[in-house]
């Protein structure tokens, strides 16, 4: 292959991995909601949104500094988690899993309508304080703003993996999620599992807004970065904060390999779907993800 196709190749792939950590920092939105109540939160996307619009408001209306303005959002998107489980999820507790779902259809169409009615339907604009100037690394050149967010979501994968599989609390959650009523007979407050769960995929969630916010700025077609990201749970598997990492690196380089290949001779768009058609590829050979837990079920 000529030297020219191997930078382009590699390029390609370093972005990849770039956009697919930060694609699996919001799939891990996914992952801890399912982990803890069994059921698939279908406003993710919404969330994320969200969060960019409350960190944008507040930079841009209070003049709040970036950090700042990143913790306001984190700070009132636990505060929404815990609101929306307290009024709408809690009820729901013990009820089928379709109950749940059902419930988050509906959360996301009012959380897109107030985002629009709140702060309008226009572009705003997240600025992070990193230099616009790209890190050059050999043929490859790097946006800071994608190291960053990046970064960030290598850390936090990391904290939310041990707390998983180290922390009372976290194998607290996979226990309410393996059964309610089981949970409960052993003395697990499901509730206040439920809510922490709530609680914790708004952090990710302002994490995620904040940095998809800075790159692509905010408004409500933000949301369907969610609908991007689904794929890559159902790659990695609902319940695994590693399958989000592996499916998240898989999706983000299919689509940049995608849109640097097939684009050029089909005009485009392919990198839109691609990783829909590795996600219905991977269902039909292992339903329950690549790294998912398989169940057996006595029927």
């Not at 944008?56 to 970036?66: N, R, S, T, Y």
């Not at 700070?75 to 999820?89: N, Q, Y």
């Given at each position: 292959m000529p030297e020219f196709e191997w930078q382009f190749t590699l390029v390609l792939l370093t972005n990849g991995i770039m956009i697919g950590l930060m694609y699996a920092l919001i799939a891990l939105g996914f992952v801890l909601i399912y982990k803890a109540t069994d059921a698939i939160n279908f406003a993710q996307g919404e969330f994320?949104?969200?969060?960019?619009?409350?960190?944008?408001?507040?930079?841009?209306?209070?003049?709040?500094?970036?950090?700042?303005?990143?913790?306001?959002?984190?700070?009132?998107?636990?505060?929404?988690?815990?609101?929306?489980?307290?009024?709408?999820?809690?009820?729901?507790?013990?009820?089928?899993?379709i109950a749940v779902v059902m419930a988050t259809i509906g959360l996301a169409a009012v959380l897109r309508g107030t985002a629009v009615m709140a702060f309008g339907a226009g572009t705003r604009a997240i600025v992070m304080p990193v230099s616009d100037e790209p890190f050059e690394l050999g043929p490859v050149m790097l946006p800071p703003v994608q190291l960053v967010g990046a970064g960030v979501s290598l850390v936090f994968l990391a904290l939310f993996t041990w707390f998983f599989l180290k922390s009372r609390i976290g194998i607290a959650m996979r226990a309410v999620a393996d059964s309610q009523q089981v949970a409960m007979a052993m003395g697990i407050n499901v509730r206040r599992?439920?809510?922490?769960?709530?609680?914790?995929?708004?952090?990710?969630?302002?994490?995620?807004?904040?940095?998809?916010g800075t790159m692509l700025g905010v408004d409500n077609q933000l949301a369907l970065v969610g609908l991007k990201v689904f794929p890559v749970v159902i790659l990695g598997g609902l319940d695994s904060i590693m399958g989000a990492v592996i499916g998240g690196l898989i999706v983000g380089v299919v689509e940049n390999f995608a849109a640097g290949y097939l684009d050029p001779y089909v005009g485009g768009g392919t990198k839109d779907f691609a990783p829909y058609v590795l996600m219905i590829l991977v269902l039909m050979i292992r339903p329950e993800g690549m790294f998912g837990r398989r169940r057996i079920e006595r029927v």
């Open positions: 994320v949104m969200f969060a960019g619009f409350l960190a944008a408001v507040a930079a841009e209306i209070a003049g709040m500094p970036f950090w700042l303005s990143s913790l306001l959002a984190i700070g009132g998107m636990v505060a929404l988690g815990f609101g929306l489980e307290r009024v709408v999820l809690r009820p729901l507790i013990g009820r089928p899993v599992y439920f809510a922490l769960a709530w609680a914790m995929a708004g952090i990710v969630s302002a994490l995620g807004g904040v940095v998809w």
